[in-house]
């Protein structure tokens, strides 16, 4: 018995080390790595509080350029604050949204997917309606509404990027559980006298799987961008937190003068989307096992 | 005058793990104008690397490592061979459905092919109206404007053979040509086949896992195993007499239509993959072979001259002719009588599917209303071809369907209006093994948890009882316990089907309704997956529905068989009356079109009418889509 377990732990550490020896796979999940570690890090890592103004010293470029001061390694902006610090706690709202607003799209999502496509009938004609109609508003547009309606603050942003983009798992993951349950198994576990639940949990759930983790990773770019696209208008979080798209909005009007103060989140939210990019991307070849070679194991 | 194609000891190789693993071996053979070879061997003898080597389309990974094709006369080249491909060298592929482009008509796909043979642009339509009609496609002006979905495999299958015929080529190279369509059609495509290459007199090698369909069909067979030509001689002959004892356990391995019955002599182990080959440098055959000595695994055997035109590569004993090896053979114990009440029992059971869309108002029956019983340990085959209703009752028999009419019983109970516990105890009565096991076995659980499933419906089960239960189950159906840590896409396609069975067998069924479970394996496969239903029907006197479009299969299997077509029974009775002395004409055509493994007897049969066959699977198809 030890034998065999210590087998399968070493079957289940091949089976990590195959996903990430995958270059996009590593390279996109070293720099998420990054991310969370800069994000979580934050007090320790920032040079200076994120909020406090330094009026005597406004717009001051970088430390390695002419005029900038070591204290303030990216320089400040308009009201003096330090950038970099500014950057790294803008990573935190980055994080929690990406992370918060991917899981309820795809427990939303992914939920309606599977019922729908595998009880199909009314049901399935049902939500494929309201999908139908729900994709036909400019998902911009829409959050925005959703943002007014609601009123500001992180958790309504996490809630627009949920209600706005459970859309897209939906569209895609009922496809695939529509193939995964004609397969001969779902029948022949039905023979078995397993439940609807069950079948989905069981046979279904675990074929869609590698899918779902793909396109979470895919929802997690596009929440940052949703997240910076809300705060730049002025519609996410209150004045006293850092974000994003706070800053590109406060940097806007000193573009000509001191660009650096645009550039640093504009750098900050491609690197944290290129990185989950990277993953999904990776992540969809390797987990794919249609792409995967016979017996790679 | 030389031949249109010779291989003169040609041998492909693969490099793993840093050494050259010869995956065709010193392959020799030709071809005359006018002649046709058939390469018979069972999947991964080589049978299509040939095809490869012809095309100079090999894999990147492989390499011409030694020998010589010539063509003509002259040695052939890849690019030589590339750029002939169409004009000097045709090939009518395996899938005909697939083969053809989905989104361009025949008549696209046909004036691609007539600029490649550089034929003037005026004559294009008339030619290809010409070439259609010689395939025996009635209008072809209508054929011209379909899309490949619009036709059935046979038609499609006509419409490639047409145009591998259209540049008139001095070879045509056609793989497995006919092995996804139904028997009756098989016939007639072979029938079509020789036909126009007799009229043209084109050389035409003909790759078949089917020894008995290359033996009536073919003017020589080369018989290969893993690599290795084994064996090579006179079609007729080979059937007749096989030499080598691979050979001879292809032809035993296949039930026979006619004659008294054998157990299945059925080879150990499996033919081998490319990481064994590697360990095997002698006769490749040898660690299977009933008549090894002590040399053979050492010595590359040579084929050797034993008749007229007759080689065999062998250098153990198989030259002790194999009618004493028929002794060697087992007659098939009968089987008991069914007795007490019937197990299942359908009555008046229908299926009608109503049109919707623009179809609606129209009605199209599946399932015929029919009665039927199947008694306790009765083994009952189903026979038909695509489209004949088969699979309905399948589902309608293990209740993955509902009829629209009638009503099934189980153990004496209607299926319909049963309470929750006793549809448990049908289920648990009437057990279902699945046709094609990449489908049925969840590709993410393994061995042992496939064989178990219906456990986890019982949480007083512990883990350890599961696994001993699997490993019980997987010993019942031949297969080894350090299976049970593999995942199905580890598992060769024979042992994907046992593991399919041993599922079944969970629940303790009393029967199994077998639906087409033995059509995509090798004959030797094929030969272990029979002997195992039936030990299973002996030692556990589980009934069994088998349901086959290979009638040699139902033959060997079972006492009562159903001749199904269009939805409705034709004929059914005792097994070796309806097939012995068959009173439709329907059956009668199905015998007919199974190649015989009698080397004299005629076959393809000669033309009769079927129009009518054809016509009435197509509109099925075309339902179904």
Redesign the interface.
Known sequence: MTV?TM??QARRLSGAARIFSHPKVAIGGAMVLLFVLVAVFAPWLAPNDPNAQDLLATLLPPAWADGGMVQYPLGTDSLGRCVLSRLIYGSRIALIVAVVAATGTMLLGTTLAILAGYLRGGFDRATSFVVVLWMAFPPVVFSMMLMVGLGTGVRNVILAVVLVDWTRFYRVVRAEVIVARQ???V????????SHL?IML??VL??VAPLIITLFSLQMGVAIIVEAILSFVGLSVPSNVVAWGVMLADGRDQIYQAGWNLLAPVCGIVFAVLAFNLLSDGLRVVLD?RLRR??G? | MPAVLEFKDVSVSVRVAGTDVALLRNVSFDVGKGRILGLVGESGAGKSMVGRVVSGLLPENLRFSGGHVYFQGSELTGRKARSWLGRRIAFIPQEPLSALNPVLTVRQQMAEHMKHIGLPRRQWEAYCIERLAEVGLPDPEDILGRYAHQLSGGQCQRVLIAMAFSGDPELIVADEPTTALDVVIQAQIVRLLRQVQRKHGTAVILITHDLSMAAHVCDEVAVLYAGDVVERGPARKVLEAPWHPYSWSLKMATPSLSGPQYVLPALADLMPGLNQIAELPGCRFARRCPTRNAECENRVPVLERVGDAHFVACGGQCRADSASRKTELHVLPSIGNPHGRPLLELRDVGMTYRGQGRRKGQHFHALKPLSLSVGQGELLGVVGESGSGKSTLARLM???MAPTAGTVHVDGVARSGASSREA?KM??TV??V???PD??????RTVERLVA??L??RPDLGASERGRIAERLIDQVGMAADAL?R?P??LSGGQKQRVNIA??L??APRLLVADEIVSGLDVSVQALIMNLLLQLNRELGIAVVLISHDLSVVRYLCQRVLVMRHGEVVEQGPTDEVFGSPKHPYTRLLLDSVPSDDAGAVWPPPERSEGGVAAVGRTVLEFQS
Do not use: W
């Not at chain 1, 029948?187 to 397993?194: K, V």
């Not at chain 2, 489908?439 to 993410?444: D, T």
């Open positions: 065999l087998n399968q397969r001969e198994y029948q022949a576990a039905r023979l078995l006298g397993f069950r069981r046979e675990p074929g096992p016979k017996g194991e | 293990v209740g993955l448990a289920r648990e057990q279902m699945f046709q094609d489908s049925a076995l969840n590709p993410r499933q219906a986890e419906l840590q995942f896409s580890q599922r079944a969970c629940v």
